[in-house]
């Protein structure tokens, strides 16, 4: 397969050396920029992404996936990239299914796209399992629309709706980061849709950095704080459940 150009592919990666290599040449099969974020590693992931041929980029300190995605996506943006796919580094994303993005952005491309883990779901440990569907009931509510598998992190974001995004609260984290920006895409006209991928959790990967009880608490915290603002957004929780009809797709749809 011929990678495409115009779109790039944006990996944050802390200590990652193990995997790093392997995903980034997998990617780039696919997709020809690859963009690596070393987010402060203490290990040669920065050499290892090079030697793989992705272009890195070096935060001197850690500084979460927020700040990494956000670093990415705008080296992306002055690239000229046509839409920013973001990737995670351990391993848990088959980078082959970056054809299933790409397609169904281009029967829908004003729609943000979330490869959604939803087949093999069972596999996924049970705490997760609970967090990610606690995850999905707030963010949906609050974005105004059914959103599957918001903690996905292999997503594909349009550059126009990425151009008008503002960068992560300090300290806000990187899942809440992830979790602001379906909201703010639902509401920019830009509602996620879903293709379906399977969810893998390997044995001998890594732990998530994503902690079901902090993680969903500060999601939790951030959506409060945008439903109180739009006085508890009841027709988007009518929405979100289907029982009343989602906003219309395309920039600026209500």
Request: proline letters at 7%.
């Amino acid at each position: 397969m011929t990678p495409l150009v115009g779109i790039a592919v944006v990996i944050p990666a802390y200590n990652e050396a193990a995997t790093i290599a392997g995903i980034v040449h997998r990617a780039r099969q696919q997709i020809e920029t690859v963009l690596v974020i070393d987010d402060g590693s203490g290990d040669d992931t920065a050499a290892q992404a090079e030697s793989a041929g992705a272009t890195v980029l070096r935060q001197p300190v850690n500084q979460g996936k927020g700040a990494a995605l956000w670093r990415g996506m705008q080296a992306a943006l002055d690239m000229g990239a046509a839409a920013v796919i973001s990737l995670d580094a351990d391993g848990q994303h088959c980078p082959e299914d970056i054809p299933k993005l790409l397609d169904a952005w281009r029967h829908q491309p004003d729609r943000l796209i979330i490869a959604a883990r939803l087949k093999c779901r069972e596999s996924a440990p049970r705490l997760r399992h609970f967090a990610n569907g606690m995850a999905d009931f707030w963010v949906s509510w609050a974005a105004g629309y059914p959103i599957r598998d918001t903690q996905s992190g292999f997503r594909l974001y349009p550059a126009a709706f990425l151009s008008n995004v503002p960068p992560p609260r300090q300290n806000s984290g990187g899942f809440v980061f992830e979790s602001a920006l379906l909201i703010q895409a639902t509401h920019c006209g830009y509602p996620p849709a879903a293709v379906v991928i399977e969810a893998l959790y390997l044995p001998q990967s890594r732990h998530s950095h994503y902690r079901p009880w902090r993680d969903t608490w500060r999601i939790t915290v951030m959506v409060a704080k945008e439903l109180l603002k739009r006085g508890l957004y009841p027709l988007g929780l009518l929405r979100s459940l289907g029982l009343w009809p989602a906003r219309k797709t395309g920039a600026g749809g209500q």
